[in-house]
């Protein structure tokens, strides 16, 4: 099969799909890997790495999704890439359909195998969307502090405080992998922290093993609402897997937040969980509402590309190989694989997208 790792257009997205240590893998199973030249730079993956351990290199996207059977990338395709894609095509990579309509019309109409990285599900965990959830988590505490900054219009709240002087008050809405990675940094720093959500068993677990200076609060509407008006740093962390975040906090409770105050919606790609969120870049990442500064950046991991590149190809690469050896081979005999087809063959596949904009669904057993 040829492989192509096209490079990411995503604006300051840094992150490839591959390393050149798997492409040696994936060259060594008997297949051609074809990778855009520069694809890897962003991570410290210049194109003679990739040629030194197999690969071959392609001079633009076009190319690449000309000849590859399988795309292997990390963000979802853009605009621009829609027209690339085609009937009978593998696309893998985090698509997050959920927040786009226009994504997901575009791969329905272009036949193409739509495998998602984060609706792929082994027991109950979410192994493809956990290592860059891990590292969103504790950026989103590393640039809330930034932006508290009095500078970049924040409060002017150092989040460990100094002796004689309080901490900074940091609340996370959701205790999942992305609530407990920031709850740790931020607790690190010395921060007051609180931990909402509506799992006690979850609640438990964090009260047992996280650091003493964390609460944990079980997630209501009036729980929420009191402590958004508390926080200095205000984390969106829920996540409902496929599906478009719920609405947590409304346009009424941000006004009634801190002046100066910070939110972080990590669930931004899935649409967000606060009412006052959209998505922006690296390039211009902030901006006001209510006097409230939101850092609602829908690629955080990819600014720091390198990390993230080798913790994402980490838990990728394997369900990559038994893709290269047959796409709907894998999904029929890998039940876990299966749950990350979101579009087979212009057909929805998983029940949350086609919920979320009203389109037919159709199990992907039906179509294996």
């Known amino acids: 099969m040829i492989i192509g790792v096209p490079a990411e257009i995503k604006d300051n997205e840094f992150r ?8 040696q893998q994936l060259v060594a199973d008997g297949h051609q890997v074809l990778v855009q030249s520069g694809a890897g730079t962003g991570s410290g993956f210049p194109d003679d790495e990739y040629q030194a351990t197999g690969g071959d290199i392609s001079p633009n ?20 890439e829609y027209g690339l ?4 095509q593998t696309v893998f990579t985090y698509f997050h359909f959920a927040a786009s309509r226009e994504l997901t019309e575009a791969c329905v ?14 027991g109950n965990a979410l192994p493809l969307l956990t290592p860059m959830s891990e590292i969103a988590g504790r950026m989103s505490v590393q640039e809330g502090a930034k932006w508290l900054e009095r500078p970049f219009g924040g409060r002017g709240v150092l989040l460990g405080g100094v002796p004689g002087v309080e901490p900074g008050h940091v609340v996370i809405i ?17 921060a007051r922290v609180t931990i909402l959500d509506t799992s006690l068993d979850r609640l438990r677990f964090l009260d047992e093993t996280m650091p003493k200076n964390i609460t944990t609060i079980y ?18 962390a829920v996540l409902l897997q496929g ?13 009634e937040m801190k002046q100066g105050s910070v939110i972080v919606d990590v669930s931004v790609d899935q649409g967000g969980c606060v ?77 949350a997208v086609a919920e979320a904009f009203g389109m037919p669904f159709q199990e992907a057993a039906s179509l294996l």
């Open 61 to 80: 996207a076009q190319d690449v999704y000309a000849r590859a059977d399988l795309i292997y990338k990390v963000k979802e395709p853009l605009a621009a």
């Open 109 to 122: 109409e272009s036949g193409a195998h739509c495998l998602a990285y984060e609706t792929l599900v082994v």
């Open 16 to 23: 490839v799909a591959l390393t050149p240590a798997g492409c």
């Open 219 to 236: 997630s209501t509407p009036f729980n929420i609402r009191t402590f958004a008006r508390r926080a200095d740093l205000l984390v969106g």
């Open 275 to 351: 009412e006052t969120c959209h998505p922006t870049t690296h390039a211009d990442p902030t901006y006001e509402v209510d006097g409230v500064v939101h850092y609602c950046v829908a690629n955080m991991p990819g600014a720091v590309s390198r990390t993230s590149t080798f913790a994402l190809a980490n838990a990728t690469l394997p369900y990559a190989r038994k893709i290269a050896r047959g796409p709907m081979d894998a999904l029929r005999e890998d039940t876990a694989l299966r749950t990350s087809a979101n579009i087979l063959a212009g057909k929805v596949t998983h029940p």
């Open 243 to 255: 599906a478009r975040a719920p609405v947590l906090v409304n346009r009424q409770l941000v006004s």
């Open 85 to 88: 894609m085609r009937s009978g």
């Open 174 to 190: 959701g205790g999942g992998v992305v609530g407990s990675n920031a709850a740790r940094m931020a607790a690190g720093l010395g």
